[in-house]
Structure formats: C-alpha cells, structure tokens
C-alpha cells in the first residue's frame, strides 16, 4: 500500500519561497499523476498544481500560475512544490495525493499535510 508523506513547509514572511516535497512509500508512484491541494483555514481543500508521470505535463491553478512551479525526480519517488512569491493568501496546509487519470481526482487517504504560513 502506497504512503505519501508531505513535507517542507514553514513560516516565510510575504515574498519568500519554500519548496514542499511528497514522498512515497511501500510502492513506486512511478506511473502516477500527482497532485498538490491546500486548504486554507475554514475553506475547502482545494487544487494546486498537478503533474504527469514523466513530468512533461503540468497544470496549475490560477491563483499559483507564474509563482509555483511542480517538478518530480522518479529515481527518488518524490514529486516537489516551489513556491515563490509567497502571499499571505497562500497560508494553508498543503498536501499531496495520487491523482486518477481519467477523472483527476484524488485516490488515497489524506495524510497530514504540511503548514505552510506566510506572515510578516
């Protein structure tokens, strides 16, 4: 059974960047579409950034485009958030997911995710 453990998150003041990172565990995310998805306090969970199986394909949401950027390195079976430009809006837990390849939603249990809070 596949894990997925997120993990680089902080406090960075307005401007600032963090790389998150999601690794995996018990099995190869080799072949997989992942995700990242955030939830800011007392909102839906919703869509960041996901990436195809050879990295060759990535989709953003509007409001991360041009700031964050999703990369994976299969060898070490870990798919990486940078995210630049920080915003206080962007303060949330982010957390990453297996994504289905037809439908793009997430397939597995939502781990702990990783707070990422961007204050002065």
């Known amino acids: 059974q596949v894990q997925l453990a997120e993990s680089g998150g902080g406090l960075v003041q307005p401007g600032g960047s963090l790389r998150l990172s999601c690794t995996a565990s018990?099995?190869?995310?080799?072949?997989?579409?992942i995700g990242w998805f955030r939830r800011a306090p007392g909102k839906e969970r919703e869509f960041v950034a996901r990436i195809n199986w050879s990295g060759s394909s990535t989709t953003y949401a509007e409001s991360v485009k041009g700031r964050f950027s999703i990369s994976r390195v299969n060898t070490e079976e870990t798919v990486y958030l940078q995210m630049n430009s920080l915003r206080p809006d962007d303060t949330a837990v982010y957390y990453c997911?297996?994504?289905?390849?037809?439908?793009?939603?997430?397939?597995?249990?939502w781990g702990q995710g990783t707070q990422v809070t961007v204050s002065a």
């Open positions: 018990g099995r190869s995310i080799y072949n997989n579409i």
């Open positions: 997911n297996i994504l289905e390849s037809i439908s793009k939603r997430p397939q597995l249990p």
